[in-house]
């Protein structure tokens, strides 16, 4: 059974990610360790699937302790030094849910994530009736958002000054982004800033259209910048004084070039994604570093092989695909509550279109192509041909996806979505409409002769 998608376990809760299991997960993964922290998003369905995770941890041995609605970085905060699982759907909407498994602070890798999968299908996984674990009950909020401002100040200092509109999007970001950002000295105003698991006040995933409302209350008022934030606050989107959404990956590029300028590494490197912009690559290098990319939701993995392959002097400053970010200094772990007081207080620093100025930014485009799941494998092995033979001028990487580099920067990635059942393609081009028709046209065409197994 293949359970894990790109970012840990998902689907809705009726028909995939039921009580059973999360009971079954929770009992597999009690054989990783003694000790797991256990917490949830404000989702109708979480206090019912924490139970079964709770009780699968438990009869499979491990102690659990409970933390309650918590945002997913304070989780993975709290798992240093043991184990931890979060019950949330991220950005998906109110009727799905997931888990998401950490070990001292870092999301489970691909081997581990492949050994609860084997768990799972191999049945019961229950200690002996004198060996199972307890539960006991513990807040790391307060500890967490401490933890977040004392290294903000440390890295960046003060957000005195600025004035942010934070959306919190009914979801877990409620109870932590806010509270941050005042401390550090912002001038903050909360929108949707309630728990709910119904997300009435927008849905779940933060984008162009769904932060609607916050982009007209920033642009009205006087604020330096708006934040928005998804269900389990591991994300953030920004949106500038006008009210129009800074592309994520020029937000990423802004970040990197901060922490690789602040190091005192002679090799720092930032690690990010296929589907990432070149512009990225460019404002590192001129700063005077290197980037590294790996598969999508494998940031983790990436600043684990970075480490590995480099020298005494290597140092991952950074790590981040679009919207979501590892603060490698601070833990590693995806944290949208230390990236938005982060963005923040550089901006009280130098100011949004300051921090701006320098990216070359170029127009960008992300299409969802349908493909069935059954025929995502037949469709990229076809795509590893026909795309480099239809744009010969390109260097070619077949590593993660399909990405085609051109040589005036340009560049498009074609790969297959790990969550639903699309062909993603990304580009990235002066003349970005024309790149995009070509490539969606040759990937239609590869979907359908796979169906025809050709």
């Known amino acids: 059974m293949e359970l894990f998608g790109t970012a840990g376990i998902r689907g809705d809760v009726r028909s995939y990610v039921t009580p059973s299991l999360a009971l079954a997960v929770g009992q597999a993964a009690a054989a990783d360790g003694d000790e797991f922290v256990v917490g949830r998003d404000g989702r109708e369905t979480g206090s019912a699937l924490v139970a079964a995770v709770e ?8 102690d659990v302790t409970r933390l309650g609605q918590v945002p997913t970085p304070a989780l993975a905060y709290a798992s240093q030094g043991r184990r931890g699982i979060m019950v949330t759907a991220s950005h998906n909407p109110p009727t799905d849910n997931g888990l998401k498994l950490f070990a001292d602070g870092t999301e489970y890798d691909l081997d581990a994530e492949t050994a609860i999968e084997s768990r799972v299908d191999s049945g019961s996984n229950l200690a002996d009736w004198d060996d199972w674990g307890d539960a006991s009950r513990s807040d790391v909020l307060d500890d967490y958002r401490s933890a977040v401002v004392s290294y903000v100040r440390q890295t960046v200092g003060e957000a005195e000054g600025v004035s942010v509109a934070v959306d919190c999007g009914n979801g877990m970001a409620s109870l932590a982004a806010p509270q941050v950002l005042r401390e550090l000295g912002a001038d903050v105003v909360a929108l949707n ?32 910048l708006g934040i928005g934030h998804d269900g389990d606050a591991d994300r953030l989107v920004v949106v500038d004084a006008d009210g129009e ?45 290197r980037v590294d990319r790996v598969r999508l939701g494998a940031l983790h993995e990436g600043i684990v092989a970075a480490r590995e392959d480099g020298s005494d002097d290597t140092t991952v400053v950074f790590a981040a695909e679009p919207w979501k970010h590892v603060h490698t200094q601070f833990g590693t ?6 990236s938005a007081a982060l963005v923040s207080a550089l901006v009280a620093s130098d100011g949004l279109d300051s921090l701006r100025e320098p990216i070359t930014e170029r127009p960008y485009r992300k299409v ?36 085609l580099t051109f040589d005036d920067a340009s560049w498009t990635l074609v790969r297959p979505s790990g969550t639903e059942p699309y062909i993603r393609v990304y580009a ?8 995009v028709d070509d490539v969606v046209e040759i990937v239609e065409a590869a979907i359908a002769d796979a169906a025809d197994g050709v």
């Open 55 to 62: 009780a699968g941890l438990e009869s499979g041995g491990a």
């Open 193 to 224: 800033a309630n728990v709910d698991g119904h997300f009435p006040g927008r849905e779940s995933k933060p984008t162009p259209e769904s932060l609607e409302d916050l982009r007209a209350f920033v642009a009205d008022g006087d604020f330096d």
């Open 245 to 289: 959404v800074v592309h994520e990956d020029t937000v990423l590029a802004i970040v990197a070039g901060f922490y690789v300028r602040a190091s005192d590494a002679d090799d720092p490197i930032v690690v990010t994604t296929p589907n990432a912009s070149a512009r990225i690559d460019d404002h590192v290098e001129s700063a005077g570093g």
């Open 333 to 338: 772990w995806i944290d949208g509550v230390a």
């Open 368 to 403: 969802s192509v349908d493909c069935p799941d059954r025929q995502k494998s037949g469709t990229m092995s076809l795509l590893e041909t026909r795309l480099p033979d239809a744009f010969p001028e390109a260097s070619v990487d077949t590593e993660y996806g399909v990405r």
């Open 428 to 435: 990235e081009s002066d003349d970005v409409d024309a790149l």
